[in-house]
């Protein structure tokens, strides 16, 4: 159980809880929860917050389904801030977005903002924006950006989490879990991405060989 005692809630009872999702590091959003709100977080492993504006509980999904399961929950070194670690369940963001922090206004990856921020109009379009992104990290190496971590860290490690989240994914199917295998396959999607820039070769390749097997005529097929 969590002790309460230990948190500096401001004068109105709460505590900024920022949201980070535990696999890219990306920050999804900054809410607030009070005493009842952080219990619940983590009695159920999943997100709950305290709407400022109506006033009352809020346990993210629970209307839309974009759930938060919480992986890891750290205080600040003044108590007086929640870093949530999470695997989110879809959009963290009221508009659809993946992130609440969506909009670009100054930093390392502004010369592709247009693209993070473009609405997806196909099936490769968010692997061509996350490309982007994994690019600019292998360049500019922000600090504290997990995916500078693994360029960092070199080729076995990032061969290592292939492997461990190729494992995950084994596991979710085996279990038929709908909702874990989505995330442990999103996980390992980015980063054999990370693998490829890694490996100086580009996602349009590997799309020309899907291409081309999928135009071949079964007579065609060795």
Sequence with gaps: MINLEAVNFDEKGLVPAIVQDASTKEVLTLAYMNGESLVKTVETRETW????SRGE???KGATSGNTQRVVEMRYDCDQDAVLVMV???????HTGEETCFHE???GADTDVAGEIGAPAS???TILSRLESVIASRAVDKPEGSYTTYLFEEGVDKILK???EEAAEVIIAAKNRDRGELTWEVADLF???MVLLREQDVSLDEVLAVLEERHGKKPSDKE
């Excluded at 917050?49 to 400022?52: C, G």
């Design 122 to 124: 196909g099936g490769t």
């Design 161 to 163: 989490k292939v492997g």
């Design 57 to 59: 509980l809020w346990h």
């Design 104 to 106: 670009v206004v100054l």
């Design 87 to 93: 695997k989110p369940n879809g959009p963290a963001c």
């Design 49 to 52: 917050f305290w709407s400022r």
């Design 190 to 192: 980015f980063h054999v």
